[in-house]
């Protein structure tokens, strides 16, 4: 089994910066993917940005350019450094991973991210 752990949300400020931590444990091999969703109040789940691989990144459209996602592999933890934050950025911001040979679906429990404008 695999355990995605993220912490690092809170309530910031309009043009303020958070950075999100996400750390795995346990069976971890050959993790395929990893990457950030968010959920909003009354919408769906999106993407936000994901690494393929160990390098490959892509990002939505709504933050590239002011969010990184980066993977420290010794540390089993994957980052978003937020900036610039909007409002719109608000929602409880999701770790996934997909891991092994299936590949399997890893969903983190959650942190709430909340932009004051």
């Known amino acids: 089994q695999v355990q995605l752990v993220e912490s690092g949300g809170g309530l910031v400020q309009a043009g303020g910066s958070l950075r999100l931590s996400c750390a795995a444990s346990g069976s971890i091999f050959s993790i395929q993917t990893m990457s950030w969703h968010r959920q909003a109040p009354g919408k769906q789940r999106e993407l936000v940005a994901i690494?393929?691989?160990?390098?490959?990144?892509k990002y939505a459209d709504s933050v590239n350019g002011r969010f990184t996602i980066s993977r420290d592999n010794a540390k089993n933890t994957m980052y978003l450094q937020m900036n610039s934050l909007k409002p719109e950025d608000t929602g409880v911001y999701y770790c996934?991973?997909?891991?092994?040979?299936?590949?399997?679906?890893?969903w983190g429990q959650g942190t709430q991210v909340t932009v004051s404008s």
């Open positions: 690494i393929i691989g160990d390098s490959t990144t």
């Open positions: 996934h991973a997909l891991i092994g040979l299936l590949p399997t679906n890893y």
